[in-house]
């Protein structure tokens, strides 16, 4: 079993910054792969970005160049830095592999 444990949501401008953290407790050895996934009003959920075991990063087109997904060295936070933010970045973000965190909202105005 993995918890999973967002934080750093809140209100911003646009342009500006956000990190997200999540942090990973539990049988972390049997992750293969942790992803950040977002979940706007009356839209789908999308996957934002991905680390997988061998610390491959990747990340949805819509998000490329402004946000930047890292971990700790002790591989028990995720993080999210979110830059350029645009209104339509407005989401619930969660941290996710074979479970979900609660979610961390994230409000763009």
């Known amino acids: 079993h993995v918890q999973l444990v967002e934080s750093g949501g809140g209100s911003v401008q646009a342009g500006g910054s956000r990190r997200l953290s999540c942090k990973v407790s539990?049988?972390?050895?049997?992750?293969?792969?942790l992803k950040w996934f977002r979940q706007a009003p009356g839209k789908e959920r999308e996957g934002v970005a991905a680390i997988d075991r061998d610390g491959y990063i990747s990340y949805a087109d819509s998000v490329k160049g402004r946000f930047v997904l890292s971990e700790d060295n002790a591989k028990t936070t995720l993080y999210l830095q979110m830059n350029s933010l645009k209104t339509e970045d407005t989401a619930v973000y969660y941290c996710?592999?074979?479970?979900w965190g609660q979610g961390t909202q994230v409000t763009v105005s």
């Open positions: 539990g049988l972390t050895d049997a992750i293969d792969c």
């Open positions: 996710a592999t074979a479970y």
